[in-house]
Each structure stands twice: as structure tokens, then as C-alpha cells.
């Protein structure tokens, strides 16, 4: 009986500890560290970097006047990464390489699709894109202000990708996170 006690107690630690570190939101403070926008991704110019579920990872760091996010997909087709919660409303930056040559829109989420965004674009400074080892990369640079306001408490961020070159393709994954801002 005390065997299966002690069994259940450290289950139960564990699980707390998961659900814990479930939950932990990243943090994203202002730093000086400006990555270098080639499409290809240094993790250590990013403040934040975090693998998910294998198949993305999305990176991001941010200076006083700009904000820099890149994801990187296990896809040779699009991928993009979008500020809000969800979808809808949220500002998106998409893009693929095929046949060598560089796709990229700035795109507004309506429900579950997305449209040309011409006041999203006012926000870019700039973008890379590329494709290398079965993984597309994407990088964007944009002014932080537009995305951070004063007294802004966090950062919600989606993103996705898909397995064709196409932008009006169905992710074949998404996800979200939400980064702590300091």
C-alpha cells in the first residue's frame, strides 16, 4: 500500500510539473540584438525560440523601434506567422519559394480566410524568406510600435504552414502562443 502511495505522489508531481511548464507563457523583452534578415535563422539573435510539437519553431526578438519574428516549418511549401489570438483580425505575413523565385504577401485574417492588407504592409522594414533542407524559413521585420503599445502586457502570436505553394492552401498546422512582454 505505501508503494502505490509513493507511486501516486510522484505522478501527481509530475503532472503538476507538466501542466506547469504547459502553461509557462514566453517572455520577450527589448534588447539590442538585431538578427540578421537572410532567412536563415540564428537562434541566438532571437530573445525567444520555441519548437513546436516538431514540426515549427517560432523565434522572437524586438528593440526599442522593431519587432522580429520568424518561423521556421518542416514544409518546402508556405508558411507564415500573424499577430492576434486568432485568425480573424489578425495582421499576417505569408510566403514560399518556388523554383527558386521568393513569394511573400502581408495579409489581413476575415474568419477563416485571408486577404490583401496594403496597411499592413506599412508596417513591414523588411522580410526574408527561404527554403533549405526540407524547411522554409521566414523572417519579417516590423515597426514595434504599430504592434506594441505603451503599457501592452503581451504579445499573441499565430502561426502556420502549409505543404503547397500556394497562398490560398489549408494549413496543415497551426498554433498559437502568447509571449510575455518586459
Known sequence: MNKLRAVAAVMAVLLACASVSAFAQGRLGITSNK?????????????????FDQQMTLYASRTSTTLY?????????????????????????????????????AQIGTGHRHVDAPNVTATMES???????????LQVALKAGSYIRSGQSSLDLIFAMGDQDIFTQYHSYRNTTSLKLE
Do not use: C
Not at 538578427?35 to 519548437?51: H, I
Open 127 to 137: 522580410y526574408a524568406l527561404k527554403v533549405n533542407g526540407g524547411q522554409t524559413t
Open 35 to 51: 538578427p540578421s534578415m537572410n532567412g536563415v535563422v540564428q537562434p541566438k539573435d532571437y530573445s525567444y525560440s520555441q519548437d
Open 69 to 105: 519574428l520568424a518561423v521556421t516549418g518542416a514544409t518546402t511549401g508556405w508558411v507564415a506567422v500573424g499577430l492576434g489570438q486568432r485568425m480573424d483580425g489578425a495582421s499576417i505575413f505569408m510566403g514560399f519559394v518556388k523554383d527558386g523565385k521568393v513569394s511573400f504577401k
